[in-house]
């Protein structure tokens, strides 16, 4: 008696009725409304930009796009690997019909449809947003880090790259001289002859990596000059990228610097969908917001009522712009009043008692009384000191952060001479008294810490890690978005473009297949 099991198909014998390849895929596999989906989108962007080449009829996009977004989902990232999978996987064979598609044209098309590419984002969109799974309530934007496709090692400072621009000018130099001294030698051998302008291939190669190299020490200056005027003389010199340029040094969570760039995502809350991403390089993530509430009004017609963030987003400019456009925000905010304090004076000019001076508020930086002990009085234009001396303004300069400039009005106490508290509110080296500064969203902030003050809205905000920080661990873990394919800002913002694409597209597949199960139950 035979044990084992016998083979289904002999590999030799020639069936009289041949199987179709629809057979070999199920009728409920993920790959069969992958098709569905984008065979409903509208590709005449697409074809427009295709090249209309002779000879070899081209493929048509949604092939070419399916196969890149349907890999991804399957953590299929590669060129190569996608070329190899529509050669032996029968779910992308199925999904390629049949056709063999080379890495080559594979790596072309994913750079060479960004704009499309941003319209099928909104499309997908949009049909999550039909069937009720982004509502455009509730939503958290967040970044993220994702490794440049550039060494952790390949960096250097402006002085590195000025040492080795001289080495590589000797070596430029003698090889120039060099190949002048071999044609003098070979024109009184053979006489003179006509030749071309181009450099032999060694000399190119060392002309080619003197450009690299110049282009990342005006990089590497302008980074460092950006960098004293930020944090003054005592500034350290930053560390460029040599392969990627655009990306920036940063730390990582895992441990150590390495070129990075900050990806960006917005996620609606109620099923999760990504609806607005962008890549940014460093970590300015507070300017993306007025641009992200202008991109979601133009592409979804609206504004959401609630919007959750990190501390980094709390800058003036954006809670104004949070409170001008009527969307409920909610970021961390420390308030500048002294609230519950022990500490607290009703009246402006009411001095804080000796036994409550150990309950001021203490900056956890400089070690001296915090702003939020001095009490400002809208009607005066001053602020209070605790023991009821005043602070007038003194003059008014500007701040910049990464959202642009705004006003500061800084106020000076004249009176600090002989103050009991001198050494718990001044430096040694401050001989001209206490200053306060205070910049034109002031009252936006004070209103953001009381908001978050509330155990109601700590409760919502709770909500922001799992609504933003899921697409990320998403991303990351099941579909190995770890470090960037693409260099420069322009490939990688195209490169997260088909990631976001490709994640929403996963997730309308469930959602739709979820919602034709519950579907069929109540119909049955």
């Known amino acids: 008696m035979d044990y084992w099991s016998k083979p289904t198909i002999d590999r030799e014998q020639m069936p009289l009725f041949v199987p179709t390849l629809g057979d070999a895929v199920a009728q409920d596999h993920p790959v069969r409304m992958f098709d569905e989906i984008l065979g409903g989108v509208d ?88 069937v009720g799974l982004i509502r455009l309530v509730e939503l958290a934007t967040d970044g993220t880090r994702v490794k440049a496709n550039n060494s952790r090692h390949r960096t250097a400072t402006a002085a590195t790259l000025e040492r080795e621009l001289a080495a590589l000018d000797a070596q430029l130099e003698e090889a120039l001289s060099q190949m002048a001294a071999n044609d003098r030698q070979e024109d009184g051998l053979f006489g003179q002859e006509e030749s071309d302008n181009r450099l032999p ?56 610097f390495a070129p990075n760039y900050t990806p960006m995502a917005t996620t609606d809350g109620a099923r999760g969908f990504i609806v607005d991403q962008e890549v940014i390089a460093g970590g300015a993530e507070a300017a993306t917001v007025i641009p992200l ?25 954006n809670l104004e712009a949070f409170e001008s456009r009527q969307i409920e925000a909610f970021t961390p905010m420390t308030s500048t009043e002294l609230g519950d304090s022990s500490a607290q004076r009703p009246a402006a000019s009411r001095r804080a008692s000796a036994d409550q001076w150990d309950d001021l508020p203490v900056n956890a930086g400089t070690k001296k009384l915090d702003r939020s002990a001095f009490v400002y009085d809208e009607q005066t234009d001053c602020l209070r000191c605790p023991m009821g001396r005043l602070l007038t303004h003194q003059k008014t300069t500007s701040k910049t952060n990464a959202c642009g400039t705004a ?65 990320f661990a998403h991303i990351k873990a099941a579909m190995g978005v770890r470090q960037f394919l693409l260099r420069g800002l322009s490939k990688v913002q195209t490169e997260w473009r088909w990631v976001c694409t490709a994640f929403n597209l996963g997730k309308l597949v469930r959602e739709l297949t979820r919602l034709r199960a519950e579907f069929a139950v109540a119909a049955a």
């Not at 990596?209 to 990342?216: I, W």
């Not at 302008?222 to 990306?247: C, H, N, Y």
């Not at 509430?293 to 400019?317: H, I, T």
């Not at 936006?444 to 709770?462: F, G, I, T, W």
Request: glycine share 8%; aromatic share 6%; charged share 35%.
């Open 201 to 256: 291939p060694d000399l190119a190669t060392l002309d080619q990596r003197r450009k690299a190299l110049s282009d990342a020490l005006s990089t590497a200056k302008e980074a460092d000059q950006a960098r004293r005027q930020a944090d003054g003389k005592k500034a350290k010199p930053v560390q460029v990228p040599l392969t990627d340029q655009d990306a920036k040094v940063q730390p990582n969570k895992e441990g150590g």
């Open 293 to 317: 509430l202008d991109r979601l009004k133009s592409e979804f017609g609206g504004l959401p009522a609630r919007m959750f963030l990190d501390g980094a987003y709390g800058v003036g400019q």
């Open 43 to 130: 590709w005449s962007g697409w074809e427009a930009e295709h090249p209309q080449k002779r000879g070899r009829p081209p493929i048509h996009p949604r092939v070419m796009a399916s196969a890149i977004l349907y890999g991804l989902n399957r953590g299929l990232r590669s060129s190569r690997k996608l070329e190899d999978a529509c050669v032996n996987r029968v779910d992308f064979i199925w999904l390629a019909e049949g056709r063999r598609i080379d890495h080559s044209t594979f790596a072309e098309f994913r750079t060479s449809f960004g704009v499309q590419l941003k319209d099928l984002f909104r499309q997908v969109g949009r049909v999550a947003a039909r």
């Open 407 to 471: 006003a500061v009005r800084i106020y000076r106490c004249h009176d600090c001479k002989g103050c009991p508290l001198d050494e718990r509110c001044i430096s040694e080296r401050n001989l001209r008294g206490r200053t306060i500064r205070r910049d034109a969203y002031e009252a936006e902030r004070q209103r953001m810490a009381e908001r978050m003050s509330k155990e109601e809205s700590k409760q919502l905000y709770k909500r922001r890690m799992w609504i933003s920080e899921t697409p």
